[in-house]
């Protein structure tokens, strides 16, 4: 048993098939007194008032021309039965008709349209709309002329003799195909709608070499308006995430392509809802305005990245996918071809400035170098370099340091100092060490090359998870960008947590610990020792760095 398709006017009726020559089961070779008895007859079956609107439709003669050119002009009454009804059984199907007239061929396939639901592959739709598109520019006005008129001969109504009228009534006919045409490609889910226009646009144009048949170009203009806030959004993104690269260059080569990491997707994201339009404009011998200005700020930040930062790899990586995403801006991409060759003339140009950094890296390293034997008898090397935390003959690599702690504890007899016990801890993600020490000035020397070579990156890590909105736990206190929670202390009953803004806070220091107190309230408070809990110094330099300099947010302590 076979299931009538469904199309825009239910099951089994498509535009043709709602048609007044439909409605009234005439052909467009019967005359007026044909029409009237039909419309008599049938409206004891339909609504009376369907049946009178068809009646008018067929006999005035400026609605019939309409009906007639949205019908099957051209196709003797026996044809139009059988194409209607295989277009009732397999609307695909009509896509394999030849030998019709050019103007009722593109009727047929306009009706096919309707029938394509949000399951259909979204290659052959892109197929099918080219296939439409293609056939609506053979279509000829004489042609149709010719076409209407053999039928009004036979059915006696005057000769259509106007081109004008053809014409108006056939840019008419080309807005019903746009709209047929969008219309399927909205049934799509999103992502084979993008598919589907996309690869439309590329066969149409030859990849943007070739002129594209006008309703594809019309389609593309209409999908240009459609996808405007969405491309807008985007922009906006990839312009806020070029400042986020230019902002992590100094933390770095792996938090510059972190940065990157997330232009890339955001801007190639951009470019798939942007393709159709490029190849369209391209095609028509323009350029997409915010794809070029797009292509030019990435552009500007891969040079920045090289001629300020020496990031070479980053470059050559934001090259590539400049290339890869604006090919289709002719006088762009030559530019980019040559752009390698630029960054390598830039280079031997910047040598003196590369020897500097150089310098500015070995006086770091130099700065971070520390080294001092440990114990009385049995001696242990406490080192820190460029390479690494080295105890115990084993080497921790810099970058694997994910939190600090230290503090020293003084002790004496009856009041008489009898030593201090030095203590630092450092952490990875693999599990902690603790270095016991004796010495002041090893103890000293040790965090002040430690500071330096881990704990500044610890503490722009920091800003970085703040501004993010991420949540860090200190002791018994929370720290978020703009906030912090605090512990109400109650005589009786369960303690409960405070969130107040930075503003509404201050800290001081006590038996060890770092203190952050409400200032209204003395019994709403968070600590956290320095000696044993981690990152307490780290988090207490942001808090009194940002105080000092009077921000209402933690990150932006770190802002110029």
Same mark, same amino acid.
């Given at each position: 048993?076979?299931?009538?398709?469904?199309?825009?006017?239910?099951?089994?009726?498509?535009?043709?098939h709602v048609s007044p020559f439909m409605v009234l089961d005439v052909t467009s070779r019967d005359d007026r007194r044909k029409?009237?008895?039909?419309?008599?007859?049938?409206?004891?079956?339909?609504?009376?008032?369907?049946?009178?609107?068809?009646?008018?439709?067929?006999?005035?003669?400026?609605?019939?021309?309409?009906?007639?050119?949205?019908?099957?002009?051209?196709?003797?009454?026996?044809?139009?039965?059988?194409?209607?009804?295989?277009?009732?059984?397999?609307?695909?199907?009509?896509?394999?008709?030849?030998? $019709?007239?050019? %103007?009722?061929?593109?009727? =047929? &396939?306009?009706?096919?349209?309707?029938? #394509? /639901? !949000? @399951?259909?592959?979204?290659?052959?739709?892109?197929?099918?709309?080219?296939?439409?598109?293609?056939?609506?520019?053979?279509?000829?006005?004489?042609?149709?002329?010719?076409?209407?008129?053999?039928?009004?001969?036979?059915?006696?109504?005057?000769?259509?003799?106007?081109?004008?009228?053809?014409?108006?009534?056939?840019?008419?006919?080309?807005?019903?195909?746009?709209?047929?045409?969008?219309?399927? $490609?909205?049934? %799509?889910?999103?992502?084979? =709608? &993008?598919?589907?226009?996309?690869?439309? #646009? /590329? !066969? @149409?144009?030859?990849?943007?070499?070739?002129?594209?048949?006008?309703?594809?170009?019309?389609?593309?203009?209409?999908?240009?308006?459609?996808?405007?806030?969405?491309?807008?959004?985007?922009?906006?993104?990839?312009?806020?995430?070029?400042?986020?690269?230019?902002?992590?260059?100094?933390?770095?080569?792996?938090?510059?392509?972190?940065?990157?990491?997330?232009?890339?997707?955001?801007?190639?994201?951009?470019?798939?809802?942007?393709?159709?339009?490029? &190849?369209?404009?391209?095609?028509?011998?323009?350029?997409?305005?915010?794809?070029?200005?797009?292509?030019?700020?990435?552009?500007?930040?891969?040079?920045?990245?090289?001629?300020?930062?020496?990031?070479?790899?980053?470059?050559?990586?934001?090259?590539?996918?400049?290339?890869?995403?604006?090919?289709?801006?002719?006088?762009?991409?030559?530019?980019?071809?040559?752009?390698?060759?630029?960054?390598?003339?830039?280079?031997?140009?910047?040598?003196?400035?590369?020897?500097?950094?150089?310098?500015?890296?070995?006086?770091?390293?130099?700065?971070?170098?520390?080294?001092?034997?440990?114990?009385?008898?049995?001696?242990?090397?406490?080192?820190?370099?460029?390479?690494?935390?080295?105890?115990?003959?084993?080497?921790?690599?810099?970058?694997?340091?994910?939190?600090?702690?230290?503090?020293?504890?003084?002790?004496?007899?009856?009041?008489?100092?009898?030593?201090?016990?030095y203590e630092i801890a450092f952490a990875t993600r693999s599990g902690s060490t603790t270095i016991s020490l004796r010495k002041?000035?090893?103890?000293?020397?040790?965090?002040?090359?430690?500071?330096?070579?881990?704990?500044?990156?610890?503490?722009?890590?920091?800003?970085?998870?703040?501004?993010?909105?991420?949540?860090?736990?200190?002791?018994?206190?929370?720290?978020?960008?703009?906030?912090?929670?605090?512990?109400?202390?109650?005589?009786?009953?369960?303690?409960?947590?405070?969130?107040?803004?930075?503003?509404?806070?201050?800290v001081w220091t006590a038996n060890g610990e770092f203190v952050v107190g409400s200032k209204s309230d003395k019994k709403t408070?968070?600590?956290?020792?320095?000696?044993?809990?981690?990152?307490?110094?780290?988090?207490?330099?942001?808090?009194?760095?940002?105080?000092?300099?009077?921000?209402?947010?933690?990150?932006?302590?770190?802002?110029?």
């Open positions: 048993m076979t299931t009538a398709a469904r199309f825009k006017y239910g099951e089994g009726k498509s535009t043709l029409i009237s008895d039909q419309a008599e007859q049938k409206s004891l079956e339909i609504s009376p008032d369907e049946c009178q609107k068809a009646r008018s439709d067929l006999t005035n003669p400026r609605n019939r021309l309409s009906v007639e050119m949205a019908w099957l002009p051209g196709v003797s009454p026996r044809r139009a039965k059988q194409l209607l009804d295989g277009l009732q059984l397999d609307p695909m199907a009509v896509r394999n008709e030849t030998g $019709l007239p050019t %103007l009722a061929h593109c009727n =047929l &396939l306009a009706s096919a349209f309707e029938a #394509v /639901d !949000g @399951a259909h592959a979204p290659k052959d739709l892109s197929e099918f709309i080219q296939e439409l598109a293609r056939l609506v520019e053979e279509v000829d006005v004489d042609e149709v002329i010719r076409d209407i008129n053999e039928d009004r001969s036979i059915s006696g109504f005057p000769e259509v003799k106007s081109v004008e009228q053809i014409e108006t009534e056939l840019a008419e006919r080309k807005r019903y195909f746009r709209s047929a045409i969008k219309d399927a $490609l909205n049934r %799509l889910p999103p992502e084979a =709608l &993008l598919i589907a226009i996309t690869d439309c #646009v /590329d !066969g @149409a144009t030859n990849s943007g070499e070739d002129h594209a048949p006008e309703l594809i170009d019309e389609l593309v203009d209409g999908y240009a308006v459609e996808v405007q806030g969405v491309l807008e959004k985007e922009a906006d993104n990839v312009t806020k995430l070029i400042e986020a690269v230019r902002k992590a260059v100094p933390n770095g080569e792996s938090a510059t392509a972190l940065a990157i990491d997330r232009l890339e997707r955001v801007a190639k994201n951009w470019d798939r809802f942007a393709q159709p339009i490029q &190849l369209s404009t391209k095609a028509r011998g323009i350029e997409h305005e915010a794809s070029r200005k797009m292509a030019y700020a990435i552009r500007s930040l891969a040079i920045e990245l090289f001629n300020e930062h020496d990031k070479i790899n980053l470059s050559t990586r934001l090259t590539h996918l400049l290339g890869e995403i604006f090919s289709e801006l002719p006088e762009f991409s030559d530019r980019v071809e040559q752009d390698a060759k630029a960054l390598s003339d830039i280079k031997s140009e910047r040598a003196e400035s590369e020897q500097k950094a150089k310098s500015r890296d070995a006086e770091w390293a130099r700065s971070i170098k520390f080294s001092a034997e440990v114990g009385v008898v049995f001696k242990d090397t406490l080192a820190i370099s460029e390479n690494g935390i080295e105890w115990k003959e084993k080497r921790y690599p810099l970058e694997s340091v994910t939190a600090v702690r230290w503090g020293a504890v003084r002790h004496s007899v009856n009041g008489i100092p009898t030593g201090t016990d002041e000035s090893t103890y000293s020397g040790f965090l002040a090359a430690m500071w330096r070579a881990v704990c500044v990156r610890l503490i722009i890590e920091m800003g970085e998870a703040l501004e993010a909105g991420k949540s860090l736990h200190f002791g018994d206190f929370v720290v978020e960008d703009g906030y912090v929670t605090l512990v109400r202390h109650k005589f009786l009953g369960a303690n409960e947590k405070v969130r107040l803004s930075w503003s509404d806070v201050h408070y968070g600590s956290g020792s320095y000696k044993d809990q981690w990152n307490i110094h780290l988090i207490e330099h942001v808090i009194r760095a940002a105080f000092k300099k009077g921000v209402d947010k933690l990150s932006d302590y770190f802002k110029g």
